[in-house]
């Protein structure tokens, strides 16, 4: 099997995103997708938030599709973590 042809790890990013957004449903939760941006050729960035929470995370990718896996991956792997907040918020001024 050529790996090179592929870029993407278990699913395709179109997949990896309908079962993100489909157990996020199932649990009742809002996914917004919000400050999509293109800023260079070939790089693409986007932040999900939950609706009516704090919790928001960026992704960032080769395409749309690839930023929003890339984004729904970091949401599903910091709620599977329990880690719905962002670092710089416990670390000492000094540590930043």
Do not use: H
């Amino acid at each position: 099997m050529n790996f090179s042809a592929f870029k993407y790890k278990d699913e395709t990013p179109l997949r990896t995103i309908g079962k993100v957004k489909d157990i996020l449903g199932d649990m009742g939760l809002l996914p917004i997708e919000r400050a999509w941006r293109n800023s260079l050729q070939g790089f693409f960035s986007v932040s999900v938030n939950i609706a009516g929470t704090d919790l928001s995370v960026n992704g960032k990718g080769t395409s749309c599709e690839y930023a929003l896996a890339s984004a729904y991956g970091e949401l599903m792997e910091r709620l599977q973590n329990l880690c719905t907040f962002r670092l710089s918020f416990d670390l000492s001024p000094q540590a930043l």
